[in-house]
Structure formats: C-alpha cells, structure tokens
C-alpha cells in the first residue's frame, strides 16, 4: 500500500499569533490526497538527516540544508522547496548528488522586492526620513537646506538584471529615468524591449545616481562591491541593496557612507544577521536599514508559499515541479521513470 | 524719460537660511530681460500689503496671502500674482479680478514631483519602512514578523481629486497593477478610462481603498472633507495620505483616527496650521509619516516651478498673455496686452 507523500515545513512559517504567514488560502494547497503535512516539531537553524529521513519533501525558509542533511542512507527526501530564491543557505552540490531537488519561488519576490526597490529610491531621492525627522523635531525652518532629488533623467543602474532586476526597470518605466544594466549572463538583446542599455560594472558604477544590487549571492559576487567599487560611484549616488548582505563589504559600505563618498544608501541585508542594535551601520543618517524585510508583504508570503507548497504537490503526483535549481539532480537513478513534465 | 521698468518681486520665503535662492540661478536668468528689474522683498510678510501692490508690477509668491486689503490700496501697480505652486486658497481670488489682478499658477511645475511624492509615501506605509528601520537601529531584528507589510497587486488605491497630480499619480501607479478609483465632481469617467480609473462617490472610495489619497484643492467646498465620519468609513487596514492642503483633512479627527487604531496609518505634508506645533499629539505616532510641506520640493520641482513663475512675469513684461492663468475673466478686462 502507497504511502502518503509526506512534507514536512519549517516552523519559521507560523506567525507568532499561531497562523501561517502565507494565510490559509495558500495552505489548501496541501489538501491533496496524496500527501499529509505538518510542521516541523522544533525550530532549527539547520535541518538533519533526521528530517530528511522523516519526509520526502521539506518546504523550508531559513534552515539551512547542508551536505550532511541529505547523506544518511535511509534518506527519504526527494525535495527542497525553499520560500525565496537565495539558496546560498543550501549546499546545491551535495543535493545533486544525492538527487534531491532543490526548488525556489521567483513568481514569489518578483514584484514584491522590486516594489521595495522602488519604495528605497524613491525614500532617498524625496529624502522622506530627514524630513519626517525634521518635522517631529520642529525644525520645519530648516527644510529649505533639503531640497530633495528628481528623477526625471536621473541613471538608474541595475547590478544583476534577472528576474527581479527585470521586474525593477518595468516599475521604474513610468520616471523617465536613463536605465542601465550590468549582467555577465544577459544580453543586449534580452532587455531591449525594457529600454535598458547593457553596460560593464564600472560604467554603471560611475554613470548611475541609484544603483540597485539584485544578484544572487555566489562565489562570483561575494564582496563584489567593495572599496573600489565604491570608490568609483559619483558622490551624489545612492547604493540600494537588497539581494544579499556578502554581495557588498559591508565594512566599506559603512565608510562609503560615514566619509560621505556616496550620498547615501537603502540596505535590507548584511552579511551577518541578524545585525544587533551595535552595528555602526546603526549610527548613520544617510542611511535607511531594514531587517531582510522589506519584501515582506501578506502577498509576498503568499506567493512563496503558495511556490513551495505547489512544487511538494506536484512531486507528490509525479509531475516536474516548476523552478528547478539543480535539473542534473533528474539524473539520479532515484527519478528514472518517476516524473512527468 | 526713459519707460519705468516692470518690476518684480520675489517673496523672501524663497531664500535659504543663508540668503541664497531655493532655485537655480538659471532660474533667475529668465528675469534680465531688458523690460524687467526685479529683487526679493526686503521683508517676509505673512499677508502682503497695500504698500508691496503699489511697488510692483508683480510678484513671485510663495507662502504669503493675499487678500482684498492687498489689491484695494492707493495706487496699486500690482497686476499679476504669480505663485510658486498650484494652491491658491491664501488667496482671494474674486478681491483680485475685481482689481484687475492676474492670478497665475504652475501646474507642470507640480504635476511629477507631487504624484511621486505620493506614491513614495504609499511605498513607505506598503513596506512599513519606517517601521523596519527602526527594528533595526533598536536591536529588534526578530520582531519583523509581526510587520509584514500589505502587496500591491490587486489592491485598491482611490485618489480624491483626479486631475493634474491625481491623474499622474494613477500614471505612475500604472506599473502596480492596483485597481484604481477616482472622485472628483468635475470630470467625466471617459477622461479618466485611460488611466483606468473608475469614478465612484466619495463614500464608496472611502469604503474600498486601501489607500486613500488626497489630490484636490482647498475651498470651501473641500474644507474638512475627511472628518471622522469619513475616516470611519475607511478599512481598518487602509492608509490616508495627504499632499494637497492640511485643512482638507480634520487633524484631531485623524488624530483619533490614528491613535485608535482605527485607519492602519497615514502619511502627510500638510497640516492644518504650519508649521506644526512640536506638540502636535501627531507628531508622537508611529503610524504616521510626516513631513514638513516640503515632501515635493525637490531640484526639479523648484527650478522647474521658478521658471514658470518668472516666465509669466516676462510674459506680461512684454504685453504677452501669461500661461496659467486662474482668473480667466481678468484677461477681457485690462489693458496689459498688446500681442
């Protein structure tokens, strides 16, 4: 007799007041006869063998999985699908090899992260915070020494133009801004219809006003942008990051802003979190910080779980779930003849 | 004798703290035509008077009112306001007409920086940025699960007033994918249909947003139009955001509003009387953004808005109609023009 396709889900899923934070519509998704779910009985910062051997697939936000996880021999585990689309929290190789599948939920961050993206430019060039501070403050007089930024013809520089990058540029269409990307792996060709002029790193650096990180973190952009990097940026530029913390040394980044090398920045991630009320970062004023949240809307979860739930379910029937990371993984003898498209 | 030249003058409120104008001095090049002589008026006055009309032929107003006793004086030279901006409820407008005096405002000037203005706030309340940046600062990184801000997609943003700035801001909005609703009296739902703007009454939009925002005038007719009645019709999740005139909106009934739970949160630029009061109970929320009548003011919006004041002023320095014009009546009725 068939046993159920069992999924196990990460704890950090459950909102403090007890519901899911995906909200219960996206839950129904489970409601599949093939498969029984549950949350995982701890909270864990890294998932074992044990829950690897306990469900065939793993629904996971910020456990990492590790080689470790999948090696035992009495593995189960045929899926992870994480919430989100970093998955440096993941040993990719080690679940190659062992055939596990490693899902991610682009339709999930698109527009959310690059909504945010714009929410960070825009905050900088009408200078929002300095104002809000100036006016709890009464120093209303004052606001004439902080005229803001238009951006009408203003550079906006994308450093990573993929899925969300992409997704920046058509929210930004709208300002009649100058677009420029940089992305060893698009071409030209794939953004013209954006109005996006592809460019390398150091001409976006120098040319942009707002610079936006949106790679994936990697070991070809951990500590991409650097003291260098900063160094080339005009003094008037704005440095937005929301990718991941390691894309930027962060400890240039902080003398970037205290020396006043750039005009200021917009950061979601950092290259340790979470970051405690001590970081220097904390200090500046030129700065707006938020704790890798700035995408976290209701639909934003939503979309994540509604990504990672439906991949499990279509494992679960034998279907190809959607955004593979590792598709070399289908070569293990563990899925020959298991999948259809 | 040599033709008096057309004289302007320029409200002191345009001058930094350091005496330097707000606007480029590319600006000012527009006013060294032959015709004009101009300068900032030796005092900022709060209501200009009989003596400033009687000086010039124009000025350049930023705050100051301008009232019946402004136009009536002996000997007025006055003939043309020009304001920085768009508002014009400091000033009496039949009191000018019944002067001959030409009222002129800048519409391109405010139209980007405003509805941007607009939509920066709907982001920083969507995102709760605010919010976010001060977990951060105060060491309290875990409880970000307790702010998930609200997605745009498929929600609804309703704008009171559609016209210069609500249309645009419907424009910049486009991208969002929000539904759209629109109130405002005096258009039809053909001219808005290409934003996809559906017109409603001012109540359904207030039952429907989730976020509210403010884009019409001051008058008499707009004068306390959300109260707390009104705010009660709003969602309990729904934002209010004002970037058109402070007295549009009851500020103790927001304050209640706010401080009740009863709206989610509300960011705005303009207050009742400004500056605010340091003690304004508002300022104490942490579901507000407030910002000191100044959130549009931006490089663009200033020099774009000087060159439109000064260019109605050289306009009418050379017997040309000037763009803009409020008080259309005006224009029949006096002897400025010859082209």
């Not at chain 1, 009408?126 to 606001?143: N, P, Q, V, Y």
């Not at chain 2, 040599?2 to 004289?7: L, M, N, P, V, Y």
């Amino acid at each position: 007799m068939a046993d159920k396709f069992r999924i196990g889900v990460t704890r950090d899923a459950i909102s403090p007041s007890g519901e899911p934070i995906c909200g219960r519509e996206a839950l129904k998704i489970l409601d599949d006869p093939r498969v029984e779910w549950e949350y995982l009985p701890e909270s864990v910062s890294v998932l074992t063998a044990d829950h690897a051997s306990r469900y065939d697939a793993l629904c996971v936000l910020s456990p990492r999985v590790t080689r470790e996880t999948v090696s035992r021999s009495d593995r189960r585990l045929k899926l992870v699908a994480r919430w989100g689309v970093g998955y440096d929290s993941v040993d990719v190789p080690a679940l190659t090899e062992q055939g596990v599948l490693l899902t991610i939920t682009p339709d999930g961050v698109r527009r959310p992260v690059a909504s945010s993206v714009m929410a960070f430019m825009l905050a900088l060039a009408h200078r929002l915070f300095t104002k809000d501070r100036l006016t709890r403050e009464g120093r209303w007089r004052e606001k004439s020494d902080f005229l803001g930024y238009g951006l009408m013809g203003k550079t906006l520089g994308v450093v990573g133009v993929g899925n969300i990058g992409k997704e920046v540029f058509r929210l930004a269409k709208p300002w009649n801004m100058v677009h420029l990307g940089c992305d060893p792996y698009v071409p030209q060709s794939a953004v013209s219809d954006l109005g996006v002029k592809m460019v390398d790193l150091p001409t976006l650096l120098k040319t942009a006003d707002y610079i936006s990180v949106n790679t994936l973190l990697s070991e070809e952009t951990r500590g991409l942008i650097g003291a260098r990097e900063f160094g080339l940026m005009k003094p008037t530029a704005f440095f937005i990051n929301t990718a991941r913390g390691p894309v930027v040394d962060e400890k240039a980044l902080v003398d970037a802003l205290k020396t006043h090398r750039i005009a200021g920045a917009a950061i979601d991630v950092f290259e340790s979190e979470p970051i405690g009320a001590d970081h220097p970062i904390n200090q500046l004023d030129n700065v707006i910080l938020a704790p890798h949240a700035v995408c976290h809307t209701d639909e934003c979860m939503r979309l994540l779980g509604e990504g990672a739930f439906g991949a499990a379910v279509a494992v679960a029937n034998a279907h190809r779930p959607r955004h593979i990371v590792n598709a070399e993984a289908l070569a293990h003898p563990q899925w020959a003849g298991k999948l259809h498209a | 004798m040599a033709q008096d030249k057309f004289r302007v003058g320029i409200t002191r409120d345009n001058l930094k703290p350091d005496g330097s104008p707000i606007f480029d001095q590319s600006a000012l090049k527009i006013l060294s035509d032959p015709r004009i002589e101009y300068e900032f008026l030796s005092e900022l006055e709060s209501e200009l008077t009989p003596e400033t009309a009687a000086k010039y032929d124009a000025v350049c107003v930023m705050l100051a009112k301008i009232t019946r006793k402004t136009v009536s004086g002996p000997n007025r030279r006055l003939k043309l306001i020009a304001r920085f901006g768009v508002g014009y409820d400091t000033v009496d407008v039949p009191a000018l007409t019944d002067n001959g005096v030409l009222l002129t405002i800048t519409p391109d000037g405010v139209r980007r920086p405003v509805a941007s203005s607009a939509l920066t706030f709907l982001l920083m309340l969507a995102h709760r940025v605010p919010t976010k940046d001060r977990l951060v600062r105060e060491g309290r990184w875990a409880e970000r699960i307790n702010y998930f801000g609200t997605g745009l997609s498929g929600r609804t943003l309703g704008s009171i007033g559609v016209g210069n700035i609500g249309s645009e801001l419907f424009r910049l909005a486009m991208p969002f994918a929000m539904r759209h609703l629109g109130y405002d009296p005096y258009i039809t739902q053909e001219s808005v249909a290409p934003l996809g703007v559906r017109l409603v009454g001012l109540d359904a939009l207030l039952l429907e947003s989730d976020f509210v925002c403010v884009n019409c005038p001051l008058n008499e007719q707009t004068r306390h139009l959300i109260g707390s009645r009104e705010l009660a019709l709003m969602k309990r999740t729904a934002y209010l955001i004002n970037t058109a005139r402070g007295p549009i909106v009851d500020e103790k009934a927001l304050y209640q509003a706010l401080s009740e739970n009863k709206i989610a949160g509300a960011a705005i630029d303009v207050f009742e009387q400004e500056p605010t009061p340091a003690d304004n109970p508002l300022l104490k929320l942490d579901n507000i953004i407030v910002t000191p009548h100044h959130i549009c003011l931006t490089d663009e919006c200033i020099n774009t808005v000087a060159a439109s004041v000064f260019n109605a002023c050289r306009d009418l320095a050379n017997g040309r109609v000037p763009k803009n014009v409020v008080n259309q009546q005006v224009l029949g009725q006096v002897p400025y023009f010859h082209q």
